[in-house]
Every structure is written in structure tokens, then in C-alpha cells.
């Protein structure tokens, strides 16, 4: 029961009985002996200082042989400031400040102190900001780098730093995003109805101007013929033009 501390209403001092505990320990130069309740005895062997957390520092802690448990002395911790709190099922230490110090659960009649209640001193977790402009630009939806920079500048948003662009930044993911289609000559091949033509064409390529609507209308005999078909208009057209 080494780990195991118990609130004690009726112990005059703190005591343990593990050497483990004590951050500073003096022995004491005198015999005396500690009568446990069921009238047996354990030695005196040093009084000192027990760190169970930084804001909870238990003083003139005595340190007793063959003794089963840690002992918390409610009478103490008055004396040296703290406020104990009994109500029904729980029961808890205050500092003068009233802040939680520790809280205790039953156990076995009794009160145990527990130790993962145990708070430690308050402390502020403060983040800077990053001047990294590709960590914002991400932050903010990928927004551009001149629009960044500018609203940088500007203040409006607080927590974002002044940033710098370089030149030639390319976020490749926004260029992806942006990149279309791209453009192509509108056409559409439509397969003759059983039998064929005349002249024994089977397909019919149709080429579109999307601007005056304009068509070109080609027969071929055999599917891969439009290759040949496209390339002719198109260097017809630039010679046109």
C-alpha cells in the first residue's frame, strides 16, 4: 500500500512508512515511538517534506517503520492552510485561494487521496503565429499570394503575421484545380443506317463552329478516317484565316 494515501481525521501528523516519498528527510536524534489503533508500534525514524504535486507540499511528515499506509492528517493540513471539504461520497482539499488542490474517494470506509486529481500549477499554452506563407495560403482555402500579402498588410484578421511573397510561388494543387478542358473541335460521327450510301459510305462526320454555327459535313467509308478528315479543315481553316 505504498502508493495508497489515506485523509486521516484522527492523525495528530502526517506519516508514512516508505522512504521513497520524502524529498528531504532528517532523522531524528531521539527514540519515539508512533501506537498505531490496534495499540501496535513503529519506530521514529526521521521527519520531512513530501512533494506530491507543485502546488501540494506536505511539512514535518514523520517517517514510520513497518507502517501499512500513508497517513494525511486533516488537523495538519488546517494548520497549514488548507481548507477540507467532507460532504457524502467525496471529499476535498482547498488552498487559501480556494482552488482544488486534491480530490478523495472512498475507500473502504475511509478516504484515499487521488493522486491523478492532483493539479499542478496553471499554465498558459501560447502559440505564435508562423510567418510561413505556404502555411497560411493553405490555412485560408488556398487564397492567392498577392491577396494574402495584401491582407496581411492590412490587419484585419488577427493572429495572421506580416507575410512576404517571393516571386514565382506555384502551388501546384490550385493550379490542378484550375486547369480545364482543353479546347477541341466540336464534332460528332453518326453511323448511316443499313445499308450503305451509294458511294458506299458508312459514317458521317459532322464538325460544328460553335460561334456561327457553321457545319462541315464529311462521308467516310471507315471510322479512322476522321483523323484525316479533322487535320485537312484545320489546315484549310488557317490558310483561310
Not at 471529499?91 to 472512498?106: A, R
Not at 484515499?112 to 482555402?141: E, Q
Not at 464534332?187 to 458508312?202: C, D, F, I, L
Request: with cysteine; charged share 20%.
Amino acid at each position: 500500500m505504498e502508493d495508497v494515501w489515506i485523509m486521516d481525521s484522527g492523525c495528530s501528523r502526517h506519516k508514512i512508512g516508505y522512504r521513497k516519498w520524502f524529498s528531504s528527510l532528517n532523522p531524528v536524534s531521539t527514540k519515539e515511538y508512533i501506537t498505531f489503533g490496534d495499540n501496535g508500534q513503529g519506530k521514529l525514524l526521521g521527519v520531512g517534506s513530501v512533494s506530491l504535486s507543485a502546488n501540494l507540499s506536505l511539512r514535518e511528515v514523520a517517517f514510520v517503520r513497518n507502517l501499512g499506509f500513508n497517513l494525511v492528517s486533516v488537523s495538519q493540513l488546517l494548520d497549514e492552510g488548507f481548507e477540507v471539504r467532507f460532504k457524502k461520497g467525496a471529499c476535498c482539499v482547498l488552498d487559501v485561494e480556494e482552488t482544488l488542490v486534491c480530490s478523495l474517494l472512498p475507500f473502504r470506509q475511509v478516504f484515499r487521496v487521488d493522486l491523478t486529481s492532483v493539479s499542478g500549477p496553471a499554465r498558459c499554452l501560447v502559440a505564435s503565429p508562423s510567418a510561413n506563407i505556404w502555411k497560411w495560403h493553405r490555412r485560408l482555402s488556398h487564397l492567392s499570394f498577392d491577396l494574402l500579402v495584401r491582407l496581411s498588410s492590412m490587419g484585419l484578421i488577427r493572429g495572421l503575421p506580416k507575410l512576404r511573397a517571393e516571386k514565382d510561388l506555384v502551388c501546384h494543387p490550385c493550379r490542378h484545380g484550375k486547369m480545364v478542358a482543353a479546347s477541341h473541335i466540336p464534332m460528332s460521327q453518326v453511323m448511316t443506317s443499313y445499308p450503305a450510301s451509294v458511294s458506299g459510305k458508312w459514317y458521317v462526320l459532322v464538325v460544328v463552329d460553335d460561334f456561327s454555327r457553321f457545319s462541315w459535313v464529311f462521308f467516310m467509308e471507315f471510322k479512322d478516317e476522321a483523323f484525316g478528315f479533322v487535320r485537312d479543315l484545320v489546315l484549310r481553316l488557317r490558310n483561310e484565316s
